[in-house]
């Protein structure tokens, strides 16, 4: 049963680019989440999504930063013109449902670059 | 808001003796989960352990255990018999028993395991 894929690994942008982070749930998992991680903190949430829909984007900034789970295929977290202050680790995770215990499966991160 | 406060940057243990890390949590519900996770350099993020609040008796898996402190808001985690594999970034989290809630992480401690 394979876990949360994230893909790429590894992303590196100029200034001003677009970056697109991919994450596939774990078979089942209807349930999606962002994270970050600046080099040597915790993980800041982003935002939580459904199927179509996004639940709780209050962990997102209010500019250049989007995040989709469409109907079919993967979840994708977009950051438009990029600055050099958003590079980080960028981590996803699933659950199958929303139940407090359920516990979230982390992909292993894509971890963008901007030059 | 929910806040998770992790006093410890980094502890370190001699191979085969136990550690204990601190956690300590805010919040004004009754009803929410605790968990650690571990992140290797690898960055995975792997959940070590999960506690519920209306549990009484502290979570225990193999090596790791919790004493969760309900009253005093506290939840660390000690770690028997240390080998080197553990030798990683532990996060406290916390999540209300709500459902559609995210999960709120502390800022971590490193444990570094001397042979």
């Known amino acids: 049963n394979a876990g949360v894929m994230q893909n790429p690994r590894h992303l590196v942008r100029r200034r001003g680019q677009e970056a697109r982070l991919r994450c596939s749930p774990m078979?089942?998992?209807?349930?999606v989440y962002w994270y970050r991680q600046l080099p040597e903190e915790g993980l800041k949430f982003m935002v939580y999504?459904?199927?179509?829909?996004?639940?709780?984007e209050s962990g997102m900034p209010k500019e250049r930063f989007s995040a989709e789970f469409p109907k079919e295929g993967p979840s994708i977290l977009r950051i438009q013109q990029v600055v050099r202050g958003d590079s980080a680790a960028y981590f996803c995770?699933?659950?199958?449902?929303?139940?407090?215990?359920?516990?979230?499966?982390f992909g292993n991160g894509t971890r963008l670059t901007v030059t | 808001a929910q806040t998770v406060t992790q006093s410890q940057p980094e502890m370190s243990v001699q191979e085969a003796e136990t550690v204990t890390l601190s956690c300590t949590y805010d919040?004004?519900?009754?009803?929410?989960?605790l968990f650690w996770y571990k992140q290797p350099p690898s960055r995975q993020m792997i959940l070590v352990i999960r506690?519920?609040?209306?549990?009484?008796q502290n979570a225990t898996e193999n090596r790791f255990s919790v004493n969760f402190q309900k009253a005093a808001k506290s939840f660390s985690l000690k770690i028997s018999d240390s080998q080197l594999g553990d030798a990683a970034m532990y996060f406290c989290?916390?999540?209300?028993?709500?459902?559609?809630?995210?999960?709120?992480f502390g800022t971590g401690t490193r444990l570094t395991i001397i042979p």
């Open positions: 995770a699933s659950s199958p449902g929303s139940a407090g215990g359920a516990p979230l499966h």
């Open positions: 078979k089942g998992h209807s349930h």
């Open positions: 999504l459904q199927k179509e829909n996004i639940i709780d």
């Open positions: 919040t004004s519900e009754s009803d929410y989960y």
């Open positions: 506690q519920e609040a209306y549990k009484q």
């Open positions: 989290a916390y999540r209300r028993n709500f459902g559609n809630e995210k999960l709120t």
